[in-house]
């Protein structure tokens, strides 16, 4: 079994350390990259890639309060992300929508929006950092790092990125659908909206195969 993770490497905020030793290394453009939505019953899966300038003076500071972005109000995300799309020398935001998460499983999906997100850059980086996964299929060194949106700023930053974007059509299709409270749970099981599902059945925008297994095999019309 692989050693357990020390939280004591956790620091306080997200740091450069990575990222500055990578760019020291020949490598001026570093991907951070996370995604939004994995564990929602409801809803497309979100990722976000996102290219600081690691050698830009005052980064740390200039986005400072930058975080995992589940420790972060909505309000402070909405502010960083502001910046974080400032600062960035590049960034994008990919989607795997709900029948390609029913085809393919979350794992399959999880990569596919990973790939999506550097697809979306501008510039082709020279070096991945991921929260936790690996990708097999795509040809760049890449570093995986447990706690990572914790760990590392560009991590973080991706994460508050993919958060807020996924956030925001999770609002929006609660005007197209306003039974399951979509705007408050964002997708997720919430007790209000596994209520809604008991009553209500499944809408197109909930992943089947997702709910039917989270929900104990419960069968929906």
Known sequence: MPPKFDPSLIPPFPTLAYEKSIFENGCALIAGLDEAGRGA?????????????????????ALLGVRDSKQMSAI??????????????????????VPEIDALGMGKAGRLV???????????????????????????PQTSLVKGDQRSLSIACASVLAKTARD??????EEVESRYGFGQNKGYGTQEHVQAIEKYGLSPLHRRSFCEHLLQGRLFD
């Open 114 to 140: 990973f790939v999506r997100a550097i697809d979306g850059l501008k510039s082709r980086p020279g070096h991945l950092l991921l929260d936790y996964f690996k990708l097999p299929a795509v040809r760049l």
């Open 41 to 61: 019953l409801a809803g497309p899966l979100c990722a976000a890639a996102v290219i600081l300038p690691v050698n830009r003076e005052g980064l740390a500071e």
């Open 168 to 173: 925001a059509l999770m609002l929006s299709l």
């Open 76 to 97: 402070e995300r909405e502010l960083g992300a502001e910046q974080i799309r400032k600062i960035a020398l590049d960034w994008s935001v990919a989607w795997v929508e």
